[in-house]
């Protein structure tokens, strides 16, 4: 075989090994981060920065005031807010934003086994509220779907609301959670919520400050987008194996440990 042909083959094998690279790099960003089917919300830093400033003079919320944090809330400056025994050897971190359909994709999944293991005082989970879809789609329905979870919180209510929020999610691109009566219609969902210092908490905004901090909390922690879930400090939502009974049995183990 001639030199020229030798050089020619190996040509060849080398285009058809870097259109193979390409592939796989290509299938690689395919990939998504799934846990029970659900797609995260990507924070795109350069193009969400320039959504965020976009949009900075057009939210009438006045999110600059005191910094106001539910009650019963602890962590880094306060803005975790705590559900189960905090005896539960296994803790688990979630950064949330009630627009976000992977979050509710993530809720609906994973719902009753956080749940079962949060009643047997096996678990005690860290909510962590953000506004990741205003940013990226414009409006308020982040900020004030969150405030609102926060006033639930202040009334003993939080969980319930919580999940009531997540079940009852507008499309991503219907900011209806922007209207406070939608909120507080759905408080009446969960039983003895739908009250006047409740409504009063949701139509002042009580908690949009604390709200904005814990967004900035998001935002500084270097994190992919929303949900983030942490189990005991690792990224669960990152394992395409995790599953409600995987789960499970990682904290049911740790509780026998």
Same mark, same amino acid.
């Given at each position: 075989? !001639?030199?020229?042909?030798?050089? $020619?083959?190996?040509?060849?094998?080398?285009?058809?090994?870097?259109?193979?690279?390409?592939?796989?790099?290509?299938?690689?960003?395919?990939?998504?981060?799934?846990?029970?089917?659900?797609?995260?919300?990507?924070?795109?830093?350069?193009?969400?920065?320039?959504?965020?400033?976009?949009?900075?003079?057009?939210?009438?919320?006045?999110? #600059?005031?005191?910094?106001?944090?539910? /009650?019963?809330?602890?962590?880094? &400056? !306060?803005?975790?807010?705590?559900?189960? %025994?905090?005896? #539960?050897?296994?803790?688990?971190?979630?950064?949330?934003?009630?627009?976000?359909?992977?979050?509710?994709?993530?809720?609906?999944?994973?719902? /009753?086994?956080?749940?079962?293991?949060? &009643?047997?005082?096996?678990?005690?989970?860290? @909510?962590?509220?953000?506004?990741?879809?205003? $940013?990226?789609?414009?409006?308020?329905?982040?900020?004030?779907?969150?405030?609102?979870?926060?006033?639930?919180?202040? #009334?003993? %209510?939080?969980?319930? @609301?919580?999940?009531?929020?997540?079940?009852?999610?507008? *499309?991503?691109?219907?900011?209806?959670?922007? %209207?406070?009566?939608?909120?507080?219609?759905? *408080?009446?969902?969960?039983?003895?919520?739908?009250?006047?210092?409740? %409504?009063?908490?949701?139509?002042?905004? !009580?908690?949009? /400050?604390?709200?904005?901090? !814990?967004?900035?909390?998001?935002? $500084?922690?270097?994190?992919?987008?929303?949900?983030?879930?942490?189990?005991?400090?690792?990224?669960? @939502?990152?394992?395409?194996?995790?599953?409600?009974?995987?789960?499970?049995?990682?904290?049911?183990?740790?509780?026998? *440990?």
């Amino acid at each position: 075989m !001639s030199e020229k042909n030798r050089d $020619g083959k190996r040509t060849a094998r080398e285009r058809l090994a870097e259109e193979r690279a390409k592939q796989k790099t290509a299938e690689k960003r395919r990939r998504v981060l799934i846990v029970g089917g659900a797609v995260v919300c990507v924070l795109a830093l350069a193009a969400v920065g320039g959504v965020l400033a976009a949009n900075a003079g057009k939210d009438k919320t006045d999110t #600059a005031g005191p910094v106001t944090a539910p /009650s019963g809330a602890n962590g880094d &400056d !306060s803005l975790a807010i705590p559900v189960g %025994k905090e005896s #539960a050897k296994s803790t688990l971190t979630v950064w949330e934003d009630f627009r976000c359909p992977a979050c509710k994709s993530f809720e609906d999944a994973y719902r /009753s086994t956080i749940h079962e293991l949060t &009643d047997a005082g096996q678990l005690k989970v860290e @909510y962590h509220l953000a506004t990741l879809i205003d $940013g990226n789609m414009g409006g308020s329905g982040s900020l004030r779907a969150a405030n609102a979870a926060a006033c639930a919180q202040d #009334a003993g %209510k939080f969980t319930a @609301y919580h999940d009531v929020l997540f079940e009852n999610q507008p *499309a991503e691109t219907d900011d209806a959670y922007a %209207k406070n009566g939608r909120l507080i219609e759905l *408080a009446g969902k969960v039983d003895g919520l739908d009250t006047g210092t409740f %409504k009063k908490c949701v139509d002042d905004g !009580s908690h949009d /400050s604390w709200v904005a901090k !814990s967004h900035q909390a998001f935002q $500084g922690g270097g994190f992919s987008g929303t949900p983030t879930v942490l189990l005991n400090g690792k990224n669960i @939502y990152q394992d395409q194996s995790m599953t409600p009974a995987k789960l499970k049995q990682m904290v049911q183990q740790a509780d026998k *440990a």
